[in-house]
C-alpha cells in the first residue's frame, strides 16, 4: 500500500504543470507517505472550496439551531406562513401527469420536450412573434436558468467570433463562472447608480458603446438581480440601439417573467421589442420562481436567428453542446410547465396565482418600508419600494450584513440582498429591528 | 432608426451530424415500415415492445405526490438521502469505505452528467493526465472526455477473433499508458460488447493498475441489469475499493430503475480518508453550480424512496429480475433462432456469453447498414444491437437479417 501510494503521487506529479507542486513538494509527499500511508493521495493539493455564496447562505441557516432565524438568501419564495409554496396548478398538473397511463420515462429528445419548447417559446416572444411565425427560431429545454445560460455560453464559445461577454454591474453572482468555464473571457458594463440607487442610464450606454463591436451583451429581461432597478421602456429603446448600433449579441436572463409586474406580458417587453426589430438575440428562461419548479430544473434556451436555414443548423450544433454535459434534459418539470402552459383553465389559474405571489411581495415591501420609518431608522428607504421583483437592495454593507447574522439571525447575502419573498408579517419587525440596530449601531 | 444587422452572425455554422446512438431512434419514428425493430438506444421494452415504468416507480411517486413535498432547490451536492443510498448501493452499507466517510458523493445528471464532472475534475485538478478508454466504448465518452479537454487513448478490448475479451491486448495497453493515467472502466455489462472480464481477469486488471499507479474510474450503468443482482453487478467495483484504490465511480439509475429521462445519477470519488473526501466534494460542488446549479429533485426523491422503504426495495428486486431474465429469454431465443437458420458451423454463442443490455454482433458498418435500409431492423452503426428492444416474436425475422447481412453484404 505504502509503495503503491508513492507510485501514485509520484506519477501524477509528473504531470503536475508547472504553476502545480514543485518537486520539493513531491519529496515532502513521499516523506509523508513513508510515515502514514493512509495520508498519502493524489489528491492531497486540493483545498476545501467554500460555500458558494448564495446558496451556502441556506448552508449556514440550516446549520444554525436559532429558532428564530430567517433566511433571506436565495430567491425563493414563501408563504406568509414562512413555508415554501407548491402552486395548485402544480399541483393539479402533476395529479394529471400520474394518472395519465400513456405517460412514461423514456429519454426525451437531447434538446428536450417539444412541446414544453413551443409553449415557453410563446410565452417570452407572444406567439405573434416574428421569430416564431418565421421559423427563425430554435428552443431547447436547459436545466432552469443556469443550464440555458451555460449551453448558451458554450455555443457561443465554439461559433461565435467575439468570445467576450459583458455583464452589468453588479449581477447575479454565478453568472461569472457560467460564462468563463463555458470559455468566454467576461467584462463588465456600469448599471448601478449607488448615489441615486437608480440605474446608470448614461454609464451603461457608454460602456456598451465602448465594447468591442459584436460582444455579447448579458441582460436582465425584467426584476434585475440583485438590484430590482429595471430600465424604463425608453431607456430599454435606447439600449436596445446602442446594442444595434455596435452589432452587439444581446442575451437575455428571463428569471422573473410575472414577478416584476405581474403581469407575463409587460414583464417580456423588453425581449419583444428586440426580437421586433429582426435581429438575433439568446434568451434563458427559468421556470424555477413564477411557477415554483425550483428544485426540478426547468428552463430554456431561445435562440433568435437571421433565417430558419441558420436555426436549424444552430439546433444541431446544440445537440453536440447538450450530449456530452448530460445527454437530454429531465422530464418531470417539463412535463409540469407543458400542461399547465397548454391548459386554458390552469393557465389562467396561474397567472392568478402569480399575481398573488408578485403581490405578497409588494404588500412586504410595503410593511418593511413603514416598520423602518416607524423605527426612524436613519437613511432613506423608498429604494424599497421602487425595487421590481424578489429583491431588495439594501445598501447595506458586508459588516452590517454580517452583524445582522450574527447578532438577529437574518441570513441574506453579502452584498445587501434581501430576498423580499422570504419575508412575513411575523418577521418583517425582527428584520427591521436588524437594520436598525445595524445602520445605527454597527461599526463600518 | 437602429436595425440589426442583415446577415446572420451564425451563418457559417456548419449542419452537424445526428447522434449515432440517440439518432437512431429518430430514424426509426420516421420510418413507416410495419416490419421495422428499433435495436438502437439502450432501453428496456416489454415483450410488447412498448416502454416499462416499473410498478415500484409508480408506488414511490404516488407518495411523493400524497405526501405533498416541496420543491426547494436542492443542495448544490443533491439530495442528501439519495446520495446516501446510492453509495450504499454501489458498496454495502457496511462497508468501511461508507462508514469512515471515504467518499464523496455528488448526485449527477444520470451517468452522463455523473461522468461529466469526474472528467471535469479530472481536467481541472490533474491536468495533462490521460484517460484511456475501451476499444470499443460507449460513444458519448469520447465527447465527454473531448470537451472538458482531457486528452485520452483506447486500450484494446474487443477481440473480433474470438468475439471475446483481448485481455492480452488490454493489459499491455495499460502497462504501455503513462503512469498515473485513468482507466475508464465499465463496471459490469460493457456497452456495447457486452463482454466483461470474469473475477480472476479483474483481478489482473487491478495488479497492473497498481502496478502503474492509474486511477481506476468505474462507469456503472447498468447494476443489477447485467445479473438480476445489484451486489453480483457491484462485485468489480467492490474489489477495487477493498484493495485501496483511489478511484472514480459513475452511477446511473436509467436502466435498473427505468428513469430514463429524469436524469438521476451519482458520481462518487473513493478516497483514504473522510477530510479527502470532504474536499474533493467541495470541488466537485464548484463545477456543478456553474453548469446547472444543483441537480433535478424528482427522480433522486423516487430512488431514495424505493431504496429507503424494505417492501419497495424487495418488489424492485424482483422487478430488475423480471427484465434481466427477459434479456436472457431473448438472447436463448435469439441464439436458437441463428443456430437453426444457419448451417455454415459459424459459432453464434457469443449471444449467449454477453451481458446485459447489447449484443456485439461482429457486424460491420456496411451490415449494419443492410439491417436498417433492407430489413428496417435500426441499430448502431458499430454492429451493436440492443436486446432490451427484443422480443421472442421477432427472432426469428432478426435472425434473418442478421444472417442475410453477415454473409451477403461485404
Not at chain 1, 437575455?252 to 416584476?260: E, L, N, P
Not at chain 1, 433565417?307 to 447538450?322: C, H, M, N, P
Not at chain 1, 399575481?355 to 416598520?371: T, V
Not at chain 2, 483481478?203 to 499507479?213: P, R, S, T, V, W
Given at each position: 500500500?505504502?509503495?503503491f ?11 503536475l504543470t508547472?504553476?502545480?507542486p ?49 433566511n433571506?438568501g436565495?430567491?425563493a ?5 414562512g413555508?415554501?409554496?407548491?402552486l ?9 401527469l400520474l394518472?395519465?397511463?400513456s405517460?412514461?420515462?423514456e ?11 413551443k409553449r415557453?417559446a410563446?410565452?417570452?416572444l ?8 418565421e ?44 460564462f468563463?468555464?463555458?470559455?468566454l473571457a ?10 441615486t ?6 454609464g ?7 465594447a468591442?463591436s ?6 436582465h429581461?425584467?426584476?434585475?438581480n ?16 446602442a446594442?444595434?448600433?455596435?452589432g452587439?449579441l444581446?442575451?437575455?436572463d ?9 403581469s407575463?406580458d409587460?414583464?417580456a417587453?423588453a ?6 426589430d ?6 434563458a428562461?427559468?421556470?424555477?420562481k413564477?411557477?415554483?419548479?425550483y ?7 431561445s ?10 443548423r444552430?439546433?444541431s450544433?446544440l445537440?453536440?453542446?447538450i450530449?456530452?454535459?448530460?445527454s437530454?434534459?429531465p422530464i ?5 410547465v407543458a400542461l ?5 383553465d390552469l393557465?389562467s389559474?396561474?397567472?392568478v396565482?402569480l399575481k ?5 411581495i ?6 418593511l ?6 423605527r426612524?431608522t436613519?437613511?432613506?428607504w423608498?429604494h ?8 431588495s ?21 453579502l452584498?445587501?440582498r434581501?430576498s423580499m419573498?422570504?419575508l412575513?408579517?411575523?418577521?418583517v ?9 445595524a445602520?445605527?449601531g454597527?461599526?463600518? | 432608426?437602429?436595425?440589426a ?6 451563418e ?13 431512434s429518430?430514424?426509426?419514428k420516421?420510418d413507416?415500415d410495419?416490419t421495422k425493430?428499433?435495436l438502437?438506444v439502450g ?16 408506488k414511490?411517486?404516488?407518495l411523493?405526490?400524497e ?6 432547490y436542492l443542495?448544490i ?7 446516501k ?10 462497508n468501511?469505505?461508507?462508514k469512515?466517510?471515504q467518499?464523496a ?13 469526474g ?10 493526465v ?19 479537454g ?5 486500450y ?6 474470438t ?6 491486448g488490454?493489459i499491455e495497453?495499460i ?9 475508464l ?10 463482454i466483461?472480464?470474469?473475477p480472476?481477469?479483474w483481478?489482473?486488471?487491478?495488479d497492473?493498475?497498481?502496478e ?8 456503472v ?21 477493498s484493495?485501496g ?22 458520481i462518487n ?10 474536499r ?6 464548484r463545477?456543478?453550480r ?6 433535478p429533485?424528482h ?5 431514495a424512496n424505493?431504496?429507503?422503504?424494505s417492501?419497495?426495495f ?15 429469454g431473448?438472447?436463448?431465443?435469439l ?7 444457419d448451417?455454415?458451423?459459424?459459432d ?8 446485459g ?5 461482429g457486424l460491420?458498418k456496411?451490415q449494419?447498414d443492410?439491417?436498417t ?8 452503426k458499430?454492429?451493436?444491437?440492443s436486446?432490451?428492444g427484443?422480443?421472442?416474436?421477432k427472432?426469428?425475422?432478426l435472425a434473418?437479417?442478421?444472417i442475410?447481412?453477415y454473409?451477403?453484404?461485404?
Amino acid at each position: 500500500m505504502e509503495s503503491f501510494a508513492l507510485k501514485r503521487i509520484a506519477a501524477v506529479a509528473s504531470h503536475l504543470t508547472p504553476t502545480a507542486p514543485p518537486p520539493q513538494q513531491q519529496q515532502a509527499l513521499s516523506m509523508e507517505a513513508t510515515a502514514s500511508a493512509a495520508a498519502a493521495s493524489v489528491f492531497d493539493h486540493l483545498e476545501q472550496a467554500p460555500e458558494d455564496p448564495i446558496l451556502g447562505i441556506t448552508v449556514a441557516y440550516n446549520k444554525d439551531p436559532h429558532p428564530g432565524k430567517v433566511n433571506l438568501g436565495v430567491g425563493a419564495y414563501r408563504t406568509e406562513e414562512g413555508k415554501p409554496l407548491i402552486l395548485n396548478v402544480v399541483r393539479r398538473a402533476e395529479e394529471r401527469l400520474l394518472a395519465d397511463r400513456s405517460k412514461n420515462k423514456e429519454y426525451l429528445p437531447i434538446t428536450g420536450l417539444a412541446d414544453f419548447n413551443k409553449r415557453s417559446a410563446m410565452l417570452i416572444l407572444g406567439s405573434d412573434s416574428p421569430a416564431v411565425v418565421e421559423k427563425r427560431l430554435v428552443t431547447a429545454q436547459c436545466l432552469s436558468g443556469t443550464g440555458s445560460l451555460r449551453v448558451g455560453a458554450e455555443f457561443l464559445a465554439r461559433h461565435y467570433g467575439v468570445k467576450l461577454v459583458f455583464l452589468p454591474t453588479p449581477t447575479w453572482g454565478n453568472h461569472f463562472k457560467v460564462f468563463m468555464n463555458a470559455g468566454l473571457a467576461v467584462k463588465t458594463y456600469r448599471y448601478y447608480d449607488n448615489k441615486t440607487r437608480g440605474l446608470d442610464y448614461e454609464g451603461m450606454l457608454e460602456d456598451i458603446g465602448a465594447a468591442p463591436s459584436g460582444s455579447v451583451i448579458l441582460l436582465h429581461a425584467c426584476a434585475h438581480n440583485p438590484t430590482g432597478v429595471d430600465p424604463t421602456p425608453q431607456q430599454w429603446e435606447g439600449i436596445r440601439q446602442a446594442i444595434r448600433n455596435r452589432g452587439h449579441l444581446p442575451f437575455f436572463d428571463s428569471a422573473y417573467q410575472g414577478f416584476a409586474s405581474g403581469s407575463l406580458d409587460k414583464d417580456a417587453l423588453a425581449v419583444r421589442t428586440f426580437v421586433a426589430d429582426g435581429g438575433e438575440c439568446f434568451i434563458a428562461q427559468s421556470f424555477a420562481k413564477n411557477m415554483g419548479l425550483y428544485g426540478e430544473r426547468v428552463g430554456a434556451l431561445s435562440i433568435v436567428s437571421k433565417s430558419s436555414g441558420v436555426a436549424t443548423r444552430v439546433e444541431s450544433q446544440l445537440k453536440l453542446v447538450i450530449r456530452p454535459m448530460y445527454s437530454n434534459p429531465p422530464i418531470h418539470g417539463a412535463s409540469i410547465v407543458a400542461l399547465v402552459l397548454g391548459d386554458g383553465d390552469l393557465f389562467s389559474e396561474w397567472t392568478v396565482e402569480l399575481k398573488g405571489m408578485a403581490d405578497r411581495i409588494i404588500s412586504m415591501r410595503h410593511k418593511l418600508y413603514d416598520a423602518l420609518r416607524a423605527r426612524g431608522t436613519p437613511g432613506d428607504w423608498t429604494h424599497i419600494l421602487k425595487q421590481i421583483g424578489m429583491f431588495s437592495f439594501t445598501g447595506l454593507n458586508k459588516e452590517q450584513v454580517q452583524f445582522m447574522t450574527r447578532e438577529y439571525r437574518i441570513y441574506m447575502t453579502l452584498d445587501g440582498r434581501i430576498s423580499m419573498a422570504g419575508l412575513s408579517l411575523k418577521t418583517v419587525p425582527l428584520l427591521a429591528d436588524a437594520i436598525h440596530a445595524a445602520v445605527t449601531g454597527a461599526k463600518a | 432608426m437602429a436595425v440589426a444587422v442583415d446577415v446572420s452572425r451564425f451563418e457559417n455554422v456548419s449542419m452537424a451530424p445526428p447522434d449515432p446512438i440517440l439518432g437512431v431512434s429518430e430514424a426509426f419514428k420516421a420510418d413507416t415500415d410495419a416490419t421495422k425493430l428499433n435495436l438502437g438506444v439502450g432501453a428496456y421494452r416489454t415483450e410488447d415492445l412498448q416502454p416499462y415504468v416499473l410498478k415500484v416507480v409508480n408506488k414511490a411517486e404516488q407518495l411523493m405526490l400524497e405526501r405533498g413535498e416541496n420543491k426547494e432547490y436542492l443542495p448544490i451536492e443533491g439530495l442528501a438521502a439519495f446520495n446516501k443510498a446510492t453509495a450504499e448501493l454501489l458498496l454495502g452499507a457496511d462497508n468501511p469505505v461508507i462508514k469512515n466517510g471515504q467518499i464523496a458523493t455528488v448526485q449527477g445528471l444520470s451517468g452522463t452528467g455523473s461522468l461529466r464532472l469526474g472528467a471535469a475534475f479530472i481536467a481541472r485538478y490533474f491536468p495533462g493526465v490521460k484517460v484511456l478508454i475501451s476499444s470499443p466504448t460507449w460513444g458519448n465518452h469520447k465527447n465527454i472526455l473531448s470537451d472538458v479537454g482531457v486528452p485520452w487513448s483506447e486500450y484494446r478490448y474487443f477481440d473480433p477473433q474470438t468475439v471475446g475479451l483481448d485481455f492480452k491486448g488490454m493489459i499491455e495497453d495499460i502497462k504501455g499508458a503513462p503512469n498515473g493515467s485513468v482507466i475508464l472502466l465499465h463496471g459490469c455489462a460493457h456497452n456495447p460488447t457486452g463482454i466483461d472480464p470474469t473475477p480472476e481477469q479483474w483481478e489482473a486488471i487491478a495488479d497492473e493498475l497498481e502496478e502503474k499507479g492509474h486511477m481506476p474510474f468505474f462507469d456503472v450503468a447498468y447494476q443489477g441489469f447485467a445479473s438480476g443482482s445489484l451486489d453480483d453487478d457491484a462485485s468489480s467495483v467492490r474489489k477495487f475499493a477493498s484493495r485501496g484504490f483511489e478511484m472514480f465511480v459513475a452511477q446511473s439509475y436509467s436502466k435498473n430503475l427505468g428513469l430514463y429521462a429524469e436524469r438521476i445519477g451519482a458520481i462518487n470519488v473513493i478516497l483514504p480518508t473522510a477530510d479527502l473526501a470532504a474536499r474533493v466534494k467541495s470541488q466537485l460542488k464548484r463545477l456543478a453550480r456553474p453548469m446547472y446549479s444543483n441537480p433535478p429533485v424528482h427522480g433522486a426523491r423516487i430512488v431514495a424512496n424505493v431504496v429507503g422503504d424494505s417492501v419497495l426495495f424487495d418488489e424492485w428486486r424482483a422487478e430488475m429480475q423480471m427484465m434481466a431474465g427477459r434479456i436472457k429469454g431473448v438472447r436463448q431465443k435469439l441464439y436458437e433462432a441463428l443456430l437453426s437458420k444457419d448451417k455454415s458451423g459459424k459459432d453464434w454463442s457469443f449471444i449467449l456469453k454477453q451481458i446485459g443490455m447489447f449484443s456485439f454482433t461482429g457486424l460491420t458498418k456496411s451490415q449494419s447498414d443492410n439491417m436498417t435500409d433492407k430489413w428496417h431492423v435500426y441499430m448502431t452503426k458499430d454492429g451493436r444491437i440492443s436486446l432490451a428492444g427484443l422480443n421472442l416474436a421477432k427472432c426469428d425475422y432478426l435472425a434473418d437479417a442478421i444472417i442475410d447481412s453477415y454473409y451477403n453484404v461485404k
